[in-house]
């Protein structure tokens, strides 16, 4: 099981025990709308945020060095370095921004510190 698929199981179990071993047999429709905005509450503090998603070069050229992406169909992933290649993991050859295939989803962006 990849670590998207455990996240997603985690997820789940997380939004089962908050809303259907909470709900009475019978729930009211403000008693599900209520039971789901504990179960998004406790999704967000439990650290989920949407993939940041790259669709220019512009875009690639403007993340720090050091932030990884990973492509399209999760095939690929290239970490930037400080001259502003992308090189793929267990490659040794850079590609400038232009020759990466878009979108790209932001894996890890740096502290600006």
């Known amino acids: 099981m990849n670590a998207h698929d455990k996240t997603r ?14 709900l009475p047999v019978s729930p ?9 905005d504990i179960a998004i509450d406790a999704i967000l503090a439990a650290g989920y945020r949407k993939p940041r998603t790259i669709t220019t070069a512009e875009e690639l050229d403007a993340l720090a060095e050091g932030s990884v992406i990973l492509s399209n169909d999760g095939e690929d992933s290239a970490q ?5 290649y992308w090189y793929l993991w267990g490659g040794d050859i ?5 020759e ?5 989803t932001v894996l890890h962006e740096p502290d600006p510190s």
């Open 9 to 22: 199981v985690e997820l789940g179990e997380l939004v089962h025990d908050l809303t259907t071993d909470s």
């Open 28 to 36: 009211t429709k403000r008693e599900i709308e209520a039971q789901v």
């Open 80 to 84: 930037k370095d400080g001259e502003g």
């Open 94 to 98: 850079g590609l400038c921004s232009e």
């Open 100 to 104: 990466i295939n878009l979108p790209v």
